[in-house]
C-alpha cells in the first residue's frame, strides 16, 4: 500500500502518544524536523528512528540546512556554516573554487545528516538574490545572476547526493524577486513574463534534473494574477512543468504560511489540483495537520513514480574522511573576502 501525498512537522524532541497513533493512521509520505526538534545527535537519531517506525516503512525525514540564517544542526554537536552569499562572491573570482567549495561543503552536510537519519536536505535555494526585495531570501542566494546559480546549486546538489542525501530545490520558479515575506504575507511580483523567464525561472530550468522541488507561494501577476504558484494550474502546468521543464516530485512549501488563505483542507486540495504531488506542513499545530490529511491522497500514478524516483536519490554515501575533506573546504574559504 502506498503512503500518503503529504509530509509533516511535529511539535518536540519526541513524539507523543497522539503524535505516534496520529502518524500510524495518517501515513504521510515523509517527516520534516525543526530546530525545536532538535538537542543531540543521539537524541536526533533516535527520533529519527522512532518517525520511521510510526509507518512501518524507510520514510524520508528532511531538514532545512542551508547554512547561515537557515540551519538546524548547530553547534556545538555539528559544524559552523557559511550562507549562501560568500559562496556566490568568491564565484565571481575563482569559480572553480567556488564551485569546489560548495561541493565539499555539501558532502560534509550529508555526512553529517545521514549520521543521524536524515537522509533530504532542502537544498540547494536557488532564488536570485535581489536588490530591494524583502530580506527573506537576501544571503540564502548563490547569487544575482542564474549562471552562478546554477552552476553552484548543481555542486550543492552533487555534494548532498555524494553523502547519500537527496536535494530538494526551492523555491521554484523563484522567490528572490518577492518584496514582502511568503511566511508572514503573499508577495506579488508584477515583472513581466519575459523577464522572468530570463532571471527568475532561468536557475530552475537550469537544474530542471533535480529530484525534488518545492513551490513558491508567489503570484505572479504576468502569468496569474489570481492564485499563488502553489495553488494555480497555469503556473505548475505552464511554467513550472512545461517551460521549466522540471518533471521530478513537486511538493508545496509550508502549508501554514500566513501567504495562503482558505481552510487548511482547501489548501491542500488546491495544491494538489493544480498539479502539486506533495503536501508540506512545518508547525506541528495537531488540528492543522488533521484538516490537511482530509486533503491528502493515496500516492499512485505519475506522482507514486515521481516519489519513488525522489527516494532513489538517497543513494549509497560515498565515504570522506572528514577532517581532510574540511581542512580542504576551509583552505577554499580562506580565498573568500571579509
Not at 504521510?28 to 537519531?45: C, E, M, S, Y
Not at 530542471?208 to 513551490?215: L, W
Not at 505548475?236 to 512549501?253: A, P, S, W
Request: aromatic share 4%.
Amino acid at each position: 500500500m502506498s503512503a500518503r501525498s503529504v509530509i509533516y512537522g511535529f511539535a518536540g524532541l519526541e513524539l507523543s502518544p497522539d503524535e505516534r497513533a496520529f502518524f500510524r493512521d495518517a501515513d504521510p509520505w515523509g517527516f520534516i524536523v525543526f530546530a525545536r526538534n532538535i538537542d543531540t545527535p543521539k537524541q536526533l537519531a533516535r527520533l529519527t528512528m522512532s518517525l520511521r517506525d510510526c509507518v512501518g516503512r524507510d520514510a524520508p525525514v528532511l531538514i532545512d540546512q542551508e547554512g547561515g540564517r537557515v540551519r538546524r544542526l548547530r553547534p556545538p554537536h555539528w559544524r559552523e556554516m557559511l550562507p549562501a552569499q560568500p559562496y556566490g562572491d568568491l564565484y565571481l573570482r575563482e569559480p572553480e573554487a567556488a564551485i569546489e567549495a560548495v561541493r565539499l561543503n555539501h558532502h560534509l552536510m550529508a555526512q553529517e545528516m545521514r549520521a543521524v537519519g536524515v537522509d533530504v536536505d532542502c537544498v540547494p535555494c536557488l532564488d536570485l538574490r535581489v536588490p530591494g526585495a524583502d530580506a527573506i531570501i537576501g544571503d540564502r542566494a548563490l547569487g544575482e545572476t542564474p549562471q552562478p546559480i546554477i552552476d553552484l546549486g548543481r555542486a550543492a546538489m552533487e555534494g548532498v547526493i555524494a553523502g547519500g542525501v537527496a536535494p530538494i530545490i526551492k523555491h521554484i520558479p523563484g522567490h528572490g524577486r518577492a518584496s514582502v515575506d511568503s511566511h508572514l504575507e503573499l508577495p506579488v511580483v508584477d515583472a513581466e513574463a519575459d523577464l522572468l523567464r530570463e532571471t527568475d525561472f532561468a536557475p530552475f530550468q537550469g537544474l530542471n534534473d533535480a529530484p525534488m522541488a518545492m513551490t513558491a507561494h508567489i503570484i505572479y501577476s504576468a502569468i496569474d494574477a489570481g492564485q499563488p504558484a502553489t495553488t494555480s494550474p497555469d503556473m505548475v502546468q505552464g511554467i513550472i512543468r512545461d517551460e521549466i521543464g522540471f518533471d521530478g516530485l513537486l511538493m508545496t512549501d509550508d502549508l501554514s504560511m500566513k501567504a495562503l488563505s482558505g481552510s487548511f483542507r482547501d489548501r491542500g486540495e488546491a495544491s494538489l489540483r493544480a498539479g502539486c504531488d506533495m503536501l508540506l506542513h512545518c508547525n506541528g499545530d495537531m488540528s492543522e495537520m488533521q484538516a490537511v490529511a482530509e486533503s491528502a491522497v493515496t500516492l499512485e500514478g505519475q506522482a507514486l513514480e515521481r516519489a519513488d524516483t525522489a527516494l532513489d536519490a538517497r543513494g549509497k554515501a560515498q565515504p570522506i574522511d572528514a577532517s581532510e575533506t574540511e581542512s580542504r573546504l576551509n583552505s577554499l574559504l580562506d580565498l573568500i573576502e571579509v
